[in-house]
Nanobody, 127 residues
Framework: QVQLVESGGGLVQAGGSLRLSCAAS????????MGWFRRTPGREREFVAA????????NYADSLKGRFTISRDIANNMVHLRMNNLKPDDTAVYYC????????????????????WGRGTQVTVSS
């Protein structure tokens, strides 16, 4: 069983930045593929970013490349998502997710690959 707890969401003006964090339980955190997804009302979960178990490889939604950065702190069982130059369209609930074991670059973009989810943190970007 893995528990994920997100933090760092809030209200920010367009052009601002936020850093989301996800605290993960579990003794084998270093073996998990970690991802961030987001959801807005009426839409399916959207892939945001993912990072491999060793932090050596990352993957981003094409539309977010250059603005968002995912990183992981293996020693502290944390994953972070730095979001810069935020836009009103980035408004959503952001979810941290964990995939047990290795996920390929193709599968890590699909919410179906992930085994555990946090409850989400709201990000609101005002214009």
């Amino acid at each position: 069983q893995v528990q994920l707890v997100e933090s760092g969401g809030g209200l920010v003006q367009a052009g601002g930045s936020l850093r989301l964090s996800c605290a993960a339980s579990g003794r084998t955190f270093s073996t998990y593929t970690m991802g961030w997804f987001r959801r807005t009302p009426g839409r399916e979960r959207e892939f945001v970013a993912a990072i491999t178990s060793d932090g050596g490889s990352t993957n981003y939604a094409d539309s977010l490349k250059g603005r968002f950065t995912i990183s992981r702190d293996i020693a502290n069982n944390m994953v972070h998502l730095r979001m810069n130059n935020l836009k009103p369209d980035d408004t959503a609930v952001y979810y941290c997710a964990c995939a047990l074991g290795y996920a390929t670059p193709a599968t890590m973009t699909s919410w179906r690959r992930y085994d555990y989810w946090g409850r989400g943190t709201q990000v609101t970007v005002s214009s």
